[in-house]
T-cell receptor
Framework: DQQVKQNSPSLSVQEGRISILNCDYTNSMFDYFLWYKKYPAEGPTFLISISSIKDKNEDGRFTVFLNKSAKHLSLHIVPSQPGDSAVYFCAASAINFGNEKLTFGTGTRLTIIP | EAQVTQNPRYLITVTGKKLTVTCSQNMNHEYMSWYRQDPGLGLRQIYYSMNVEVTDKGDVPEGYKVSRKEKRNFPLILESPSPNQTSLYFC????????????FGSGTQLSVL
């Protein structure tokens, strides 16, 4: 049972344009969401997070949007740069329900075309 | 430099031959965890540890063992590896609860023949 889903295995975007990566979840107890970025031959690195009390969190070129009613979050990268080419994982946990475990999605491979 | 160190980076072994993948962190993190990454399945948690001598099963613990005798080390043990354990393994750590951002090691690519 995949509780966190990233339905697009891959995405290609022109350099300078906006990249939008999507993530859906099924567990209504999830209240904290994170995005990780992974380059080949490296471990994932934390990118940005959002709590369920917010619907948007911004950090430079990266913005995460959360739509709780739709159980959907998205990561926007503007403008996209070649160094953004990587696999992106979304993850969720249920902090306020005492569940510390992070559940990860299957990942989306983003390719930025120069 | 703050880091999570896994060894080895690559390992090829045969079915049934016991192996250990080591993991060490220098950030004094309480929480440590092991994940495996498989195509189409993303990152799945194998075991985690909230502190020394405290370990618990994740989503896919079968065929694995862990121990947490010291705060910095969290080895992953495969007593009798099988081909379905061929995977990319990551160790991770964080302060306190796992909802804090995790710091990952560089990964161990394991092939079981």
């Amino acid at each position: 049972d995949q509780q966190v889903k990233q339905n697009s295995p891959s995405l290609s975007v022109q350099e300078g344009r906006i990249s939008i990566l999507n993530c859906d979840y099924t567990n209504s107890m999830f209240d904290y969401f994170l995005w990780y970025k992974k380059y080949p031959a490296e471990g994932p690195t934390f990118l940005i997070s959002i709590s369920s009390i917010k619907d948007k969190n911004e950090d430079g070129r990266f913005t995460v949007f959360l739509n709780k009613s739709a159980k959907h979050l998205s990561l926007h990268i503007v403008p996209s740069q070649p160094g953004d080419s990587a696999v992106y994982f979304c993850a969720a946990s249920a902090i306020n329900f005492g569940n510390e475990k992070l559940t990860f999605g299957t990942g989306t491979r983003l390719t930025i075309i120069p | 430099e703050a880091q999570v160190t896994q060894n080895p980076r690559y390992l090829i072994t045969v079915t049934g031959k016991k192996l250990t993948v080591t993991c060490s962190q220098n950030m004094n993190h309480e929480y440590m965890s092991w994940y495996r990454q498989d195509p189409g399945l993303g990152l799945r948690q194998i075991y985690y540890s909230m502190n020394v001598e405290v370990t618990d099963k994740g989503d896919v613990p079968e065929g694995y063992k862990v121990s947490r005798k010291e705060k910095r080390n969290f080895p992953l043990i495969l007593e009798s590896p099988s081909p379905n354990q061929t995977s990319l393994y990551f160790c991770a750590s964080s302060f306190g609860q796992s909802n804090e951002k995790l710091f990952f090691g560089s990964g161990t690519q394991l092939s079981v023949l």
